[in-house]
């Protein structure tokens, strides 16, 4: 025989995860065996490489349609434009299909694959039909006409890049996330520097693209960047599936339109229903209709605590004479979880408005501050320095100020106040610093026309104010990337219902488009009130004939008015809430349980098994039950 004691040593509690997560196949996740940062590494490389190669084609693509495809500036930029709006709307698209059918490991392992096709698809037609003569691309020596299916051919190339890399982008995001324990407090920390490490991450990856391979781009060397681009997507791909079996997964939920039309057709039904008070949050009492915690938690789903806003919509919960003949119809009675979502999506619409203006500031990086030292000192000695590449600059910056972020400023704030600044604190420090950012842009044109050079003919560059003092601007907008795109990154995800995750995910990315189409939109406008008959408008061609600071002090104002607006409904968002799922019995009861039966001289009865010749293996589950995993005979 065998003692208990030596019984119970060879007891073996696997801990589940709390948050819902469940294996491939489908089983409580075991805390142990999957996720966590050996699996959030692995995302974080996948993003820089997948970031690398999305880059390293769109950095330099402008160039490559005026000098290979042989169209003017104006036909290729608009293109370009197109190109970058066709990506972020195709990041709806993923977020939709991962969040109803296929759930985000299927989701990022199909829109990677279609990105690694439309890479070496492009990088093929490039060599085989476009690049003709070999060596042509650069400055000197144009490119051959072309047919119009090789065109064609190469468009579809990138329009399955622009596929592959929108649909990923917000699902690889929210994957990460998932391999975090939002219920366990080290995990959820840990969760919480995965936001920042995902943004250094992309940074790095256009950092590597924006350099080395635009270097190789711009002299010509296309087929070398692009083949780099698509072997970078290809490693990606492969680390991505390497992890297969150790990702944790959250199942999808269905169709969000369907369940979000439900609640509007039901509350506009009952709209004369009266909705009876809660002083108390207990939905049971109140009156609306709720499922009870075993409903939820068979599907691993959480219940979310009622709220007060939005109250029209509560009529979808209220029970009447009506839903009893129907038998509870879908469509005439919905569960307060159900309206919440609905509520939860309309407080963070006046929110996710607000950082469009801050993505027109981070855009004025890819163009005004790139003309603006177009037009500066560009040399040093016979250096000459790319004005594009001082973007560098703002990628330096994202990853100092991220470590300074986690390693000075978050512990020095939360042992001052005793608890952890809110995403939204923080995205309103992002504002205040782009406030910053745009008016140190607009002293430094200042006195770049003040160092203008228009009456000198002898000299090389229309200011001779050199371009490094563009050094702080960039330096700035870095900064307030590590408060706003991150904190966005963390609010939307962690606000978003969990059916709606990598929705969430995709609305950082439409800001950054909105971004760009506003933005296009402020310069046209001030360009019709600003330019007349004598006077050339605030940005000319000719920028020293021209007022680009007033133009930067524009935008600083603008968004000092976005940042009281953002105040207002910042102030008044409420987090959700989910109300924690308890089973029959609780984990830390769970555990006692079992010691007891196995302290027990007699514990065979209680589990109808011998103690003295099986070794149970013990896992704890998300909802509080216990499941005996296998058991094997001792000899």
Not at 32 to 39: E, I, K, N, V
Not at 120 to 137: N, Q, T, V
Not at 541 to 566: P, Q, S, W
Request: proline share 3%; net charge neutral; charged share 20%.
């Amino acid at each position: 025989d065998i003692s208990l004691e030596k019984t119970k040593d060879k007891v073996e509690k696997l801990e589940c995860t709390l948050d819902g997560s469940v294996d491939r196949h489908g089983n409580p996740a075991i805390r142990s065996q999957t996720g966590r940062w050996g699996l959030g590494i692995l995302i974080l490389v996948n993003q820089g490489l997948a970031t690398l190669a999305f880059f390293g084609v769109g950095v330099n693509l402008v160039l490559y349609l005026t000098r290979v495809v042989g169209q003017n500036n104006a036909d290729a930029a608009n293109n370009v434009s197109k190109w970058t709006g066709t990506v972020y709307l195709f990041s709806l698209l993923g977020a939709f299909l991962s969040d109803s059918y296929w759930g985000r490991y299927k989701s990022c392992a199909i829109f990677q694959a279609i990105f690694v096709l439309g890479l070496g698809l492009m990088s093929l037609s490039s060599y085989l039909y476009l690049l003709k003569p070999r060596g042509c691309g650069d400055e000197q020596t144009p490119c051959n006409s072309h047919s119009s299916n090789h065109v064609a051919l190469f468009y579809m190339s990138i329009y399955m890049v622009a596929l592959g890399y929108g649909g990923y982008q917000p699902n690889i995001a929210t994957l990460g996330a998932d391999q975090f324990d939002d219920e366990d407090p080290k995990e959820r920390s840990s969760k919480i520097s995965f936001f920042s490490y995902f943004y250094l991450a992309l940074n790095l990856g256009s950092l590597f693209s924006n350099t080395i391979l635009g270097y190789f781009e711009d002299g010509g060397k296309w087929t070398i960047g692009f083949w780099a681009s698509a072997a970078s997507a290809l490693l990606g791909l492969l680390l991505f599936l390497s992890g297969t079996p150790y990702y944790r997964h959250f199942k999808p939920r269905g169709n969000p339109l369907s369940r979000f039309c439900k609640v509007f057709v039901a509350a506009f039904r009952k709209w004369n229903a009266h909705v009876p008070l809660d002083d108390d949050d207990d939905d049971d009492e109140s009156g609306l209709y709720e499922l009870d915690a075993k409903a939820y938690s068979k599907t691993g789903a959480q219940r979310i605590s009622h709220t007060d806003g939005f109250r029209f919509l509560d009529k979808a919960a209220v029970i009447t004479l009506s839903d009893k003949k129907n038998n509870n119809s879908k469509w005439h009675l919905c569960t307060v979880t159900q309206i919440e979502e609905v509520k939860c999506i309309l407080r963070l619409i006046p929110i996710w408005l607000c950082t469009i203006l801050y993505s027109v500031v981070f855009t004025q990086m890819a163009s005004l501050f790139v003309e603006q030292g177009a037009a500066m000192k560009t040399n040093i000695g016979r250096f000459h320095i790319p004005p594009a590449s001082m973007s560098s600059f703002d990628i330096l910056s994202v990853a100092a100020f991220i470590f300074i972020y986690r390693r000075v400023v978050h512990p020095l704030v939360t042992r001052l106040r005793k608890r952890d600044p809110t995403e939204l604190q923080r995205m309103g420090i992002g504002l205040i610093i782009a406030i910053l950012a745009m008016v140190a842009s607009g002293i430094v044109e200042i006195f770049r026309l003040k160092y203008a050079t228009d009456n000198c003919k002898s000299c090389q560059y229309r200011s001779s104010l050199s371009i490094f003092w563009q050094i702080p601007q960039y330096m700035l907008v870095g900064a307030s990337e590590v408060f706003m795109y991150v904190g966005q990154l963390e609010f939307f995800n962690g606000q978003a219902p969990e059916g709606l995750k990598s929705f969430g995910s995709a609305l950082c990315m439409m800001s950054m488009s909105l971004g760009n189409y506003v933005s296009s939109i402020i310069v046209t406008i001030v360009m019709k009130v600003s330019s007349g008959s004598d006077m050339p408008g605030w940005i000319p061609g000719e920028l020293n004939k021209g007022h680009l600071d007033r133009f930067f002090f524009l935008l600083a104002a603008l968004t000092a008015i976005d940042f009281m607006v953002y105040l207002f409904f910042a102030n008044s968002y409420k987090y959700v809430q989910s109300q924690v799922m308890k089973g029959e019995i609780d984990s830390d009861e769970q555990g006692n349980n079992v010691d007891n039966q196995i302290r027990d001289p007699d514990p065979g009865p209680r589990l109808g098994i011998s103690m003295k010749n099986v070794f149970i293996v013990v896992t704890t589950c998300g909802e509080g039950k216990v499941t005996v995993r296998h058991s094997v005979r001792i000899a």
